[in-house]
């Protein structure tokens, strides 16, 4: 580990103004390995004063060098973020690792490089949208010509999960920076490393000071709850749960700020019986237990085809307990811990309520005996349900662990129904080989996302996001555009 890591691990700071710093709350918490339960280091809180400081660092710079930038010049700076990232991939890798305890091939293939490429794709994007124009007649006859303008939003808060840290949090400052505002972030208290080192990064590249801010601490009366309530930011964009972005949007509804959402979501898979099996089962693999199930995209519903599903379910079964659990650095781990032991209560409440509410359990559904070095960590076994109900709540609520529980159905009719039937829309995986029913059964799934034959394939051009209780507006390729930039129209009389 490298000495700047080292320091950061040890004790992470906000980063305001350009400056690391520790803030004047006095507060800080403990940051606690996944795979163990010990600490690997402290974390300043911010409260309302650190805030402020970061509000306002944040408001000047809109005014200062980053202000007057040139478009070419600020998108060559985030190219130089990402390079950067790039180049001190193995410091993101080991804080991502630390923070998570995800195993280091998963981080060292999405995270960190999707981490960098966020700034890159959209420093691309913004330079190339155009905006629209009319020409209006009027009476006179001499008309007039109305064009488009994008302007930065202003300041943007950025609150982030735990799940993907630094992918999910660059996902929201890449496009805010590429379009010319300036950003306070919040990540997630359980993971608050990688996003330290970005400040690091920017001071290297030369990004002006108060562009990018930092501010550690939790939601409810800590550092979330006053950025989201500062009435000097002029817009919030958010992934989380549902229910804190419900909270949020009570904030943010004062001086009628922008939100962009991305919550929750209880996604389905749908195996038809003429699918490729062999692709069915590792896609869903892929899709219930990458990351330990923790990813909002991830399968926790499985509507299986009659015919098949004796066999699917053997299938993934045989998969799930191949999975071999351990340390983020055995390259054989393919399944890491989940966030935390709070967290670890959550999933294993489902287990219990799943048994209660009289689901076959296929594997998995406790706790594994880990060795001792990792016995305070938060494991649990890679699960299998079947047998419930579709109205159980194990097969409605959202549970974020490496769970699912799977449903034979009949016909097309049928499985589009019950795939629906959720407060939640974010993401389907059909498998199929029938392409026209991909089609026709794609565009009747309520989600922002289907996958077909595939699942987290991810092109950075595309809308993404969710429909129903999974999130409001679009971010990704000139969809984020919508919230990142102020779209005003210039009319000229001729
Ligand atoms: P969370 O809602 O508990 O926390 C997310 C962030 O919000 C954290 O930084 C947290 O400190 C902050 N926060 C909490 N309360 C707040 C408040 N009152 N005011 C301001 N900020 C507050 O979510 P999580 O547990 O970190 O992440 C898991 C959840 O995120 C799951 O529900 C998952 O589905 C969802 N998620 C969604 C997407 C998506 O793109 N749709 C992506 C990843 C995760
Ligand atoms: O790939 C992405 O851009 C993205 N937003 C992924 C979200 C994963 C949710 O956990």
Not at 17 to 26: H, P, V
Not at 101 to 112: E, F, N, Q, T
Not at 429 to 447: F, G, M, P, Q, S
Request: net charge negative; aromatic share 6%; with cysteine.
């Amino acid at each position: 580990m490298k000495d700047g890591l080292i320091a950061t691990t040890r004790e992470a700071m906000h980063f305001i103004d350009g400056a690391f710093t520790a803030g004047s709350s006095g507060r800080i918490f403990d940051n606690i390995s996944p795979v163990t339960g010990k600490k690997i280091g402290i974390v300043h809180e911010g409260l309302k004063p650190e805030v402020d400081a970061a509000v306002a660092a944040a408001r000047a710079a809109l005014t200062g060098p980053w202000g007057h930038m040139p478009m070419a010049e600020r998108s060559a700076l985030l190219h130089a973020v990402a390079d950067e990232i790039n180049r001190r991939f193995e410091d993101f890798l080991e804080a991502e690792i630390l923070d998570t305890g995800k195993p280091r091939s998963l981080a060292a293939h999405v995270d960190i490089p999707r981490g960098a490429a966020n700034f890159k794709i959209f420093a691309d994007l913004v330079k190339n949208v155009p905006t629209e124009s009319f020409m209006l007649e009027t009476p006179d006859g001499a008309g007039a010509l109305n064009y488009g303008v994008r302007k930065p939003k202003g300041v943007i808060a950025v609150i982030s999960p735990w799940n993907l840290p630094l992918l999910l949090m660059t996902w929201k400052v890449g496009p805010a920076l590429a379009c010319g505002n300036t950003v306070i972030v919040k990540p997630s208290e359980e993971t608050p490393l990688t996003t330290t080192l970005l400040g690091e990064v920017m001071n290297t590249v030369g990004v002006p000071k108060g562009v990018f801010n930092v501010v550690h601490g939790f939601g409810p009366d800590s550092a979330g709850a006053y950025l989201t309530a500062h009435p000097d930011v002029d817009g919030i964009t958010f992934t989380g749960e549902t229910r804190t972005g419900e909270i949020i949007m009570q904030s943010a509804a004062k001086g009628l700020r922008q939100v962009s959402m991305e919550c929750g979501g209880k996604n389905a898979g749908i195996v038809f019986a003429d699918c490729d099996m062999d692709k069915a089962v590792a896609g869903t693999m892929q899709s219930v237990f990458s990351n330990c199930g923790q990813v909002c995209l991830g399968t926790e519903r499985v509507y299986v085809e009659r015919p098949v599903f004796d066999a699917f379910v053997a299938r993934l079964k045989a998969g799930a307990e191949a999975l071999k659990l351990g340390p983020s650095e055995d390259p054989e781990t393919n399944l890491g811990p989940l966030i935390s032991e709070e967290h670890k209560r959550k999933v294993l409440s489902y287990y219990a309520l799943a048994k209660e509410e009289g689901a076959t359990v296929i594997t998995g559904g406790g706790e594994p005996d880990m060795p001792d070095e990792m016995k305070g960590g938060a494991w649990v076994q890679p699960t299998i349900l079947t047998g419930l109900p579709e109205t159980a709540r194990c097969v409605k609520e959202e549970i974020f662990g490496p769970v699912c529980h799977i449903t034979p159905f009949d016909s097309e009719e049928e499985v589009i129904a019950m795939a629906n039937d959720t407060d939640y829309g974010l993401a389907t995986a059909l498998w199929t080989e029938d392409l026209t029913r991909a089609h026709r059964v794609a565009r009747r799934i309520d989600v922002g996302l289907v996958w077909v034959n595939s699942w987290f394939l991810r092109d950075l051009r595309t809308a993404f996001g969710g429909a129903k209780h999974s999130g409001i507006g679009r971010e990704g390729g000139v969809h984020g555009l919508e919230f990142y930039s102020e779209l005003s129209n210039v009319c000229v009389k001729l």
